[in-house]
């Protein structure tokens, strides 16, 4: 497993983290004793980046990750969690206030006295731009209840805005074969910053993983059913905002373009975390296979026509449709 600066942290991370929204049901029900197994799979595997949100199951995900680091006080695991979705997307709840008590409920639910690090879960524009914002951060940092801070955007304008802030340690966007905005001018910026790259939905919502077909179907309470046209939050969240049949298309193309034993998701893992700039892909897992299979993808010696072909993919599928929206 190949290890990286977590940007301004200081701290050594896995390339490949574990990202836990489905240990809060958002992708189907997951048993506690099936995310207890996931998270032994990957640690076990050298991934020390578990990231999470506290409306991930309203806050089931944080706490199960805290009931496993207290079971596992050696593990080295970096918890990076965020907030910030559980009120009105408005810029008026982004204030100190709400940071401490969001905080707060975060550092008990993960059991730690300081966070290791905290995320803006995807605010609206203007709390990027507010000085309020990152003053009551540095708060935050000064008063050791968290020990670092960053964000998760959207769009490529907002990730840029926050690399300029000296505070952010961190960047999380939404990076893979079927998005590739980010390398246009967010990861030069963040290498050029020392702000850490956190790419995630790596795998496309799992299109990535080249398991579907265009009748795959998913459960309703599944946010791949019930949010493909952005209906309860941003469209580029679910199968990276491209229309569904034509992502099933494009990664079958991906997938045989592969040469013999290298499977489809764990190539466009590594595909991700060879960008220069990325510092970790966060796929999720519901299972400790797939948790083992993720993470292999860290030691992972990408095809040397594969660059290429994420490109030629892109340009023929979703540069029209995907490129000026995020």
């Not at 990957?42 to 990750?65: C, H, K, N, P, W």
């Not at 919502?205 to 059913?225: I, Q």
């Amino acid at each position: 497993m190949q290890r990286r600066t977590l940007g301004r942290t200081g701290r050594e991370t896995s390339v490949i983290g574990l990202g836990t929204w489905q240990f809060g049901g958002d992708w189907g029900p997951v048993a506690a004793e099936d995310a207890f197994a996931v998270m032994d799979a990957s640690a076990e595997a050298g991934i020390t980046l578990f990231d999470t949100a506290d409306v991930y199951g309203d806050g089931r995900s944080e706490q199960l990750i805290g009931r496993w680091t207290a079971a596992h006080p050696d593990a080295g695991v970096t918890v990076a969690t965020k907030m910030g979705r559980r009120v009105d997307q408005v810029p008026s709840n982004y204030v100190a206030a709400n940071f401490r008590q969001w905080v707060d409920r975060s550092r008990e639910n993960l059991g730690q006295d300081t966070l290791d690090l905290v995320q803006l879960h995807c605010p609206p524009t203007p709390v990027f731009e507010d000085d309020a914002v990152y003053d009551a951060l540095d708060a935050l940092v000064s008063d050791g209840s968290i020990a670092a801070y960053g964000v998760s955007v959207e769009t490529a304008d907002q990730a840029l805005t926050a690399i300029a802030r000296p505070g952010v340690a961190s960047v999380q966007v939404i990076l893979n074969a079927f998005r590739l905005k980010p390398l246009d001018r967010v990861l030069p910026a963040a290498r050029e910053a020392g702000v850490a790259i956190l790419a995630r939905v790596p795998l496309a919502s799992g299109l990535l993983t080249g398991k579907y077909t265009t009748e795959t179907t998913f459960a309703p309470e599944d946010h791949r059913t019930y949010n493909r046209d952005g209906q309860a939050f941003d469209q580029g969240e679910t199968f990276s905002g491209v229309p569904f049949e034509d992502g099933v298309r494009a990664a079958q193309e991906f997938a045989a373009a592969l040469p013999e034993g290298v499977s489809v998701p764990q190539a466009a893992l590594a595909w991700v975390v060879a960008q220069e700039g990325v510092t970790a892909a966060i796929p999720g897992a519901r299972n400790a296979e797939q948790a083992r299979s993720n993470a292999a993808a860290g030691s992972l010696d990408l095809p040397g026509d594969l660059d290429a072909t994420v490109h030629d993919l892109y340009d023929r599928w979703f540069r029209a449709t995907v490129h000026e929206r995020w």
